[in-house]
């Protein structure tokens, strides 16, 4: 089992910055890829970004690619999400979530379904 926990989320000016941080549970951390989804009002949950144990893989969602970039710390069992040049559209709540290794592939990276594990979100709002 393992648990997660988001922190870092707030309000911001469009074209500013915020780091999400999540923090999990366990001790086989290394096991899992890690990624973030975020649910706009009214929109479904979206993928956007995943990172692989090692930290040497990484994919992103086009919406934010070149803004965002995930990052992980295996000695803190710890995840982050770097939001830079934020924009209105990006508001939504964040989520981390956890699959076990070889159930991602780059195929499937970007389904709900993969992931076993989820936090219960952060939500960032950006004003325009």
């Known amino acids: 089992q393992v648990q997660l926990v988001e922190s870092g989320g707030g309000l911001v000016q469009a074209g500013g910055s915020l780091r999400l941080s999540c923090a999990a549970s366990?001790?086989?951390?290394?096991?899992?890829?890690m990624g973030w989804f975020r649910q706009a009002p009214g929109k479904e949950r979206e993928f956007v970004a995943v990172i692989n144990w090692s930290s040497e893989h990484t994919y992103y969602a086009d919406s934010v690619k070149g803004r965002f970039t995930i990052s992980r710390d295996n000695a803190k069992n710890t995840v982050y999400l770097q939001m830079n040049s934020l924009k209105p559209e990006d508001t939504a709540v964040y989520y981390c979530t956890a699959a076990l290794a070889g159930s991602v592939t780059p195929i499937t990276v970007r389904m709900r379904s993969v992931y076993d594990y989820w936090g219960q979100g952060t939500q960032v709002a950006v004003s325009s």
């Open positions: 366990g001790r086989t951390f290394r096991r899992y890829v």
